[in-house]
């Protein structure tokens, strides 16, 4: 029983960094994939951005005829 308690205290003692190590958020993998997040979701910002300036400029079209001067008072009709 003596011998059981004792492993299980050592054990205990040598699991204990190994586990805390397991835990860290600096990965690698972890870093790579928080960074490609945060692009893709910049990215669909600029998306979204790009798509709301162009829908407010062809919300408001301005029809300019160059040859409203030029023409005489009955030209257009027929």
């Known amino acids: 029983m003596k011998k059981l308690v ?3 205290i050592v054990s205990g ?3 204990g ?3 805390a ?3 860290r958020s600096d990965d690698p993998l972890i870093i790579k994939e928080r960074d490609k997040q945060q692009q893709a ?3 669909d910002k600029q998306y979204k951005r790009t798509l709301d300036q162009t829908r407010r400029e062809s919300e408001a079209p301005t ?3 160059p040859w409203a001067n030029m023409r005489g008072s009955n030209d257009g009709k027929r």
Do not use: I
């Open 41 to 43: 979701e910049a990215l």
């Open 21 to 23: 190590q397991q835990s």
């Open 63 to 65: 029809r300019n005829d």
């Open 6 to 8: 004792v492993c299980a």
């Open 13 to 15: 003692l040598l699991c």
């Open 17 to 19: 960094p190994v586990l």
